[in-house]
């Protein structure tokens, strides 16, 4: 459980996604429609990057309309 709370915390902080809609299993276009542009995918690339102080490539793996918050933690995993 560990680098699931700095996620949503990220997502909830940075985003404009309130706790009560936050869901681990909705795609990143769903939780928020402006996932859809490519900057929002940059900028949560470099704050996952610097909260973990590692290199997740978000921009070359994920897909905003099927990824969800989820598939972002297996990826930081996988890194760590």
Known sequence: MGIHVPVKQI???HFSIKESQ?????????LDADF???SFL???????NSK???KVSIM???NASV???K???HLIEKEL
């Open 52 to 54: 973990f102080k590692t």
């Open 71 to 73: 598939d972002i933690v």
């Open 42 to 48: 940059v900028y949560l690339e470099q704050l996952i």
């Open 22 to 30: 936050f869901n681990w299993h909705l795609p990143l276009d769903q």
């Open 36 to 38: 859809k542009t490519l």
């Open 67 to 69: 990824h969800t918050p």
């Open 11 to 13: 997502f909830i902080n």
């Open 60 to 62: 070359e793996k994920i």
